[in-house]
């Protein structure tokens, strides 16, 4: 079995919109990431940080469009990896004040997650890792993730 190098990420997502300008105000006026690029009413490419591009939006096929009904294949969530608690709960806040829904926040031991769908019923996970000395594991070393209840209260309280 071939195993790939440990630093291979995964570098960006790229999306089919129904509506450009609305993905746009969520994912950067909500979420925060910054545009990069348009190319013209079709496209966007946005990131954090200056990069490239972390998420990729068109319309090329799409416009207008509405989401794949539940139990199709299809994008389960795209999760965005945030460097720390506060920068996470930054981003929960942003969502609070936006009256943005949540579909749900979990503590799965290793991370900390905030789940919701963007404005075309794409899900997303929005997190933070535990340093990796703080996972929990089993008496054999392997991984015991679990997924028990975020305190939202306590993450909103330190952005």
């Not at 960006?12 to 013209?40: C, M, N, P, T, W």
């Not at 009413?41 to 009904?69: D, K, M, R, V």
């Not at 936006?98 to 979990?106: C, D, H, N, R, Y």
């Not at 991370?111 to 929990?136: H, K």
Request: aromatic fraction near 8%; avoid cysteine.
């Amino acid at each position: 079995m071939s195993v790939l190098p440990a630093t291979t990420r995964v570098g960006h997502v790229h999306l089919k919109v129904a509506d450009l300008d609305r993905s746009i105000a969520f994912y950067s006026g909500i979420l925060g990431f910054e545009v990069q690029q348009r190319y013209g009413p079709q496209a966007a490419f946005l990131s954090a940080g200056g990069y490239h591009h972390h998420i990729g939006l068109n319309t090329w096929e799409s416009a207008g469009g509405t989401a794949p009904p539940a139990g199709h294949t299809g994008l389960y969530h795209t999760a965005f990896l945030f460097p720390d608690r506060a920068s996470l709960a930054q981003v929960l806040k942003r969502l609070v004040e936006a009256q943005w829904p949540l579909t749900g926040a979990s503590d799965h031991g290793v991370s900390e997650a905030i789940y919701l769908d963007d404005p075309d019923g794409n899900g997303v996970e929005l997190y933070r890792d535990r340093p990796e000395a703080e996972w929990p594991r089993k008496p054999d070393g392997t991984l015991a993730m679990t997924t028990g209840r975020l305190d939202l209260r306590a993450l909103l309280a330190e952005a």
